[in-house]
């Protein structure tokens, strides 16, 4: 078949290239010159681990090809995907205009009949709006049929995503569609589910918004176990083992950040506000997870006093390790945090430094070496939980910090572990520790 990838963003750069890879003659357009420049001589303009391997070889045995041409990239293809970004705007509900944009550049250009396939991620009802936007634009004589097509891909794990998902969901009008789709994915042996639109779409939002939920649930029940001496460790086991619950999603830390779940739970709160049915339960999440950003520089307060003049180290930057992104990460309300508090921030992150810098410029430093982060620094906060801060031998904190004091967002040390140093160290919905004691008492 035939397809083409609106859109080389995270979801429709890992699409083209994961569909090229399984055989199909892909086409990825995109309207930004400069990525499309890089991604032709098979760089990609993001980290992904495995995703520049696929790049090369999909390229050189001529399965993907890349164009700026809408045009020519949607005359003729039998499928194409939208990918595009659909950002939130300042009110939290989402940004269509790339997503009509390209369905009228498709509606302009095709030749004949086609598929049109949502990837991205889209409120209940805009499948329903780009039907309408073909049946007025295109050429009467030809067909388009619309499906919603939503993706589950995690940064950091999307090739392996898109290989072995748990499911692929096809929102579709009819049964022929459906069969065409379903060729299209039967080699991935991924069970697929096919249903109306309207479910296909909200599918979408209600999975990651339960996701958020577990983590904020998770969240919560660690901040009460510091109050009475529990440990998040052992309750989270103890419940995960449950097989309604599941072990999955219930990491304590100091909140989800990535382009998805902020994103996603705010547009749904937004559209059930606009129906007039106020959505109390995922309203709470989002405010539990705003909560835990700012939890460790409140520690941190607490247990130093004013942090005015200190050195901080800040270990990661990105939302989750593997992943160069940073865009609603913890790191970047910590770092405006400390720098309300007057404290000197250096920041570590293996690959995250240069999205962070165009965001917050010169105001902290950068390293990519830990041990020039923890360099005479006052405290540590751990943001990121990058193997190379979890496998640090932990005598370095001591060895290197003025104060071997260290707030970890991310439980990265076992108790047991961090006992054996002279540490202060403060996690979440743990007891704090005491260069060597076990506080049973926690921070306010
Ligand atoms: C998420 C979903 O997991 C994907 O299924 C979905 O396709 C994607 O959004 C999307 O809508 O495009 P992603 O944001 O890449 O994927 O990353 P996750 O692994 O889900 O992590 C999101 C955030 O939750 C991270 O900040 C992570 O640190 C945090 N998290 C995750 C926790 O705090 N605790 C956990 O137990 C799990």
């Not at 963003?9 to 400069?34: F, M, P, R, S, Y």
């Not at 009110?91 to 396939?117: F, N, Q, T």
């Not at 939980?385 to 005598?395: A, R, S, T």
Request: aromatic share 8%; with cysteine.
């Amino acid at each position: 078949m035939k397809i083409t990838v609106a859109g080389a963003g995270n979801v429709g750069l890992i699409t083209a290239v994961c569909l090229a890879d399984a055989g199909h003659h892909v086409t990825c357009v995109d309207t930004q010159k400069e990525k499309i420049l890089l991604l032709k001589k098979g760089h990609s303009p993001f980290f992904e681990p495995g995703l520049e391997p696929l790049l090369e070889k999909t390229l050189s045995n001529g399965h993907l090809r890349f164009t700026t041409d809408q045009k020519l990239a949607y005359s003729d293809a039998d499928i194409i995907f939208i990918a595009v970004g659909a950002p939130a705007k300042k009110d939290g509900s989402v940004d269509l205009s790339y997503i009509y944009a390209v369905s009228y550049s498709i509606a302009d250009s095709i030749e004949k009949d086609v598929i049109v396939c949502t990837k991205s991620t889209v409120p209940v009802g805009t499948n329903g709006k780009i039907k309408q936007i073909f049946h007025y634009r295109k050429p009467r004589h030809l067909k388009v049929e619309v499906v919603s097509n939503p993706e589950f891909l995690r940064e950091g794990s999307a090739i392996m995503d898109f290989y072995l998902g748990d499911r692929i969901i096809l929102g579709v009008d009819n049964p022929e569609t459906a069969s065409i789709m379903e060729q299209l994915y039967l080699p991935l042996k991924i069970p697929i589910i096919v249903t109306d639109i309207r479910s296909a779409e909200m599918i979408k939002y209600a999975s990651n918004a339960f996701l958020a939920t577990k983590i904020s649930f998770i969240n919560e029940i660690a901040n009460l176990c510091e109050k009475v001496g529990a440990n998040i460790d052992e309750v989270a086991f103890g419940i995960g083992k449950d097989k309604r619950i599941g072990e999955s999603f219930l990491q304590a830390g100091i909140g989800y950040g990535g382009s998805c779940f902020p994103k996603d739970t705010k547009a749904l709160v937004q559209l059930a506000g606009n129906i007039k049915h106020p959505f109390e339960l995922l309203e709470s999440v989002i405010k539990v997870n705003q909560h835990q950003h700012s939890l460790l520089v409140a520690k941190a307060k607490e247990l130093i006093g004013s942090l005015k003049g200190k050195r901080a180290a800040l270990l990661g930057l990105a939302f989750k390790p593997e992943t160069d992104d940073i865009r609603e990460a913890a790191s970047i309300t910590i770092i405006k945090e400390l720098l309300e508090e007057g404290a000197n921030v250096t920041a570590y992150d293996p690959i995250a430094i240069p999205n962070t810098h165009k965001l917050i410029g010169n105001a902290i430093d950068y390293t990519t070496d830990i041990r020039q982060a923890l360099k005479d620094a006052d405290f540590a906060i751990i943001a990121t939980e990058w193997g190379q801060i979890k496998h640090l031998p932990l005598d370095t904190f001591a060895a290197y910090m003025k104060e071997p004091i260290v707030l970890d967002g991310r439980n990265c040390y076992s108790m047991k572990e961090i006992q054996r140093y002279p540490i202060t160290y403060v996690s979440i919905g743990r007891p704090v520790v005491s260069k060597g004691r076990v506080s049973s008492m926690s921070l306010k």
